[in-house]
């Protein structure tokens, strides 16, 4: 009976480290009264094997590219990609929303295939795979929002393979990435030099954007007042 039991017990756990089961908390039973250790004065380690085998098996899709890695960190395009102005990574952005139908936050293999198709570039299924491959760093077999500014970071440094899929994106999307930020520069002064007017322009823009929204809404404002005027004077 003990031989039984430690075998089964035994299987159920490399099942569970296979990821073939999930583990289970052990059932309490009362203490029978006879002085013996019952599961209840046992440790309970149903919630530890359960947690030991969701790591194991996270671990094993990690090793084996079928699961995806979290960042940690949040993702924050004006501060990682510095080379583009706050209007070149608002223009991708809408870019990016005007294609992303499914609004989830992807551009996966059909919306790109309508993307081209919309740039009057279209690809055969194979292309379009190879466009997704060179960037998708996650290997997701989709594009997010970070993964599609690094076409136009590969566009503006040069990297992409003239006329390819990507190329030809970064080429009829109609933003200009041709500037180029703190990485093209030549020496540590001059990266330091850049460095200072890429944080006066990102200030600038930003005043610029809260200039226009302000305008926007006194010239709201005065619409509002004249539309009044006008209805009063009908009564």
Not at 9 to 26: N, T
Not at 106 to 111: A, P, R, V
Not at 208 to 231: G, N, P, T, V
């Amino acid at each position: 009976m003990a031989t039984d039991e430690l075998s089964s017990k035994l299987s159920r756990r490399l099942l569970i480290e296979d990821g073939a089961a999930e583990p289970v908390a052990v059932d309490l039973v009362p203490n029978s009264g006879d002085g013996q250790q019952t599961e209840e004065d046992k440790p309970n380690t149903g919630s530890a094997d359960s947690e030991l085998g969701a790591k194991l098996q996270r671990r094993g899709e990690l090793n084996e590219g079928r699961g995806e890695a979290h960042m940690s960190t949040v993702f924050n395009p004006y501060t990682e990609f510095k080379e583009f102005s706050r209007k070149q990574i608002k223009d991708m952005e809408k870019m990016f929303k005007t294609f992303d139908t499914g609004k989830d936050g992807f551009i996966d293999l059909m919306e790109l295939k309508l993307m081209m198709e919309k740039l009057e570039a279209p690809q055969t299924h194979l292309g379009l795979k190879n466009m997704i491959k060179e960037v998708d760093e996650d290997l997701d077999n989709k594009l997010s929002f970070r993964e599609f500014l690094m076409i136009f970071r590969k566009a503006a440094a040069g990297e992409l393979a003239q006329d390819s899929g990507l190329d030809i994106l970064a080429r009829l999307s109609e933003i200009d990435v041709s500037a180029e930020g703190v990485k093209g520069a030549k020496t540590f002064f001059e990266a330091k030099v850049q460095a200072i007017s890429e944080s006066n322009r990102f200030e600038a823009e930003i005043r610029e954007e809260q200039e226009s929204k302000k305008q926007q809404a006194e010239d709201q404002k005065q619409r509002r007042a004249a539309f009044k005027e006008l209805r009063s004077a009908f009564k």
